[in-house]
């Protein structure tokens, strides 16, 4: 069953906001066009109205997953063959924007889930397979997919260890020793989004043998049934922003998974890594709607039209105006950017398309935090009151520019060194 979409107001009568990339002016299909328009009417008339609560409490929305799941937004990257909507890179992106711009920790935990299946589907499409490999992979992946389309499975993205491993700089810690079936897993994941909630956990590890060396190029991308024996949740959760993104500790002592648990076939994970980079910028749609939302709270209160204040009107003022303006100029400049840079996502992108996706996650990351600064300074002091959204979307866009593997120091790292170099290129 499907919500209905291309509504002009929400339940409660409020009207809809407009899409953030307009169909026409942006040139999307008329499906693409469907699909996001799904994700904003859920993300404005029902996911908007919970946020506060799961942000207060750290608590994951899990409302909203069944939401999702009954708007066939669970399995957007699912092909059409297979009970999903068939959503590409770009059009995922753009729904996941529309996503952040009403609950950033929805948006967040959905993009880890959404790659299991966008990694395993188009990304995988793309990348080098033998053809019975290929054939393996895509009866395994149907497994996967199924489970997320018929029973609603939310599956989550564990990568980080606190290492250099997440940066890309050294192979996983977390170990998958290869037994009679399957592997057994040893390890630790900090940072783990949707611990606790997501009914696999879709694991990046080290395949390594008796005696073998750990090396990037063995990374194998599992998925963990999150109530297999020797998986725990460890820890608090207690942060600054995106705190419904409940991101604990996971520990995995000899955990044994079948080999039908990989979501790409051995090798495929470090052929995506070199020659799909794209694969990493997907944690931005998340704060380019956070940017949006920032700018959006911004009008409606100085035009007085924020529910639940009183009818006072600042607009007038040439500072208020001068500041809108340098809003809008911010946040067309990282639409411009990041639109081009969610389009051009491909196999073997040029050197330019590399650098303009570090800088579209540059720009996005923290121009949505600059952009919620200035809507704080801009509104005043009423409109950081608990009681309304911005100092949420202050707090949880905080968190962009720390996302590895493309944090904002490691693309101003990257774009830096590979502008000024050649692969290969030395000084000696
Ligand atoms: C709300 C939230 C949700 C998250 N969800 C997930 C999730 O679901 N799955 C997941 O795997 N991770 C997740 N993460 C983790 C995130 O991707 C990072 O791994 C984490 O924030 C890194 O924290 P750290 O202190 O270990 O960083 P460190 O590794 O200590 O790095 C600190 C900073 O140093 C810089 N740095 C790191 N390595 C290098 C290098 N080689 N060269 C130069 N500079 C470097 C980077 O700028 C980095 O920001 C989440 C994080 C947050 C805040």
Redesign the pocket.
């Known amino acids: 069953m499907t919500i209905q979409v291309q509504k002009t107001a929400t339940a409660s009568g409020e009207a809809l906001d407009a899409p953030m990339f307009d169909p026409a002016a942006y040139r999307l299909t008329d499906e693409q066009a469907d699909i996001i328009a799904r994700a904003r009417q859920l993300g404005q008339s029902v996911f908007a109205g919970r946020a506060a609560t799961y942000d207060r409490e750290a608590t994951f929305p899990t409302e909203n997953y069944k939401d999702l799941h009954r708007a066939g937004l669970l399995g957007i990257s699912v092909p059409k063959s297979l009970g999903g909507l068939g959503a590409g890179y770009q059009t995922y992106a753009l729904a996941a924007a529309e996503i952040g711009r009403y609950c950033g920790a929805t948006a967040?935990t959905w993009n880890?889930h959404v790659c299991s299946t966008l990694w395993s589907g188009p990304l995988a499409d793309d990348l080098d397979m033998d053809d019975d490999v290929r054939a393996a992979h895509e009866r395994r992946r149907a497994i996967h997919y199924k489970r997320i389309i018929d029973d609603g499975a939310i599956y989550?993205?564990?990568?980080?260890e606190?290492g250099?491993a997440?940066?890309g700089?050294v192979a996983f810690g977390t170990e998958a020793k290869p037994v009679e079936g399957g592997w057994l897993i040893n390890g630790k994941?900090?940072?783990?989004?949707?611990a606790g909630h997501a009914d696999y956990y879709g694991v990046l590890c080290t395949e390594v043998s008796e005696g073998e060396k750990a090396s990037r190029r063995n990374t194998l991308y599992l998925a963990v049934p999150a109530k297999t024996e020797g998986v725990s949740v460890v820890g608090d959760w207690d942060?600054l922003?995106?705190r419904g993104?409940v991101?604990r500790t996971l520990l995995f002592k000899d955990v044994f998974v079948e080999e039908d648990a990989a979501l790409m076939p051995r090798g495929v994970y470090f052929q995506a890594a070199m020659r799909w980079p794209h694969m990493f910028l997907t944690l931005s749609p998340t704060y380019m709607g956070l940017a949006q939302a920032a700018y959006d709270f911004t009008l409606k209160y100085l035009r007085g039209e924020v529910p639940g204040m009183p009818p006072v009107k600042r607009r007038m003022y040439p500072t208020k105006q001068i500041a809108v303006a340098q809003m809008q100029i911010k946040l067309e400049q990282i639409k411009g950017i990041w639109f081009q840079a969610v389009t051009e996502a491909r196999a073997n992108p040029t050197k330019e398309q590399v650098l303009r996706a570090y800088a579209a996650q540059y720009s996005v990351m923290e121009g949505a935090n600059e952009l919620a600064a200035l809507a704080i300074r801009t509104c005043g002091g009423q409109s950081m009151l608990k009681s309304l959204p911005l100092e949420r979307i202050y707090r949880d866009s905080r968190?962009g520019s720390?996302?590895?593997p493309w944090?904002?120091?490691?693309c101003l790292?990257r774009i830096g060194r590979e502008a000024l170099y050649e692969p290969g290129e030395t000084d000696d």
């Not at 989550?156 to 980080?160: A, K, L, N, R, V």
């Not at 994941?189 to 949707?194: G, N, P």
């Open positions: 967040l880890m989550s993205q564990p990568f980080s606190g250099a997440a940066a700089g994941k900090i940072f783990a989004s949707l942060p922003g995106m993104t991101s968190c720390l996302m590895l944090t904002a120091e490691l790292d």
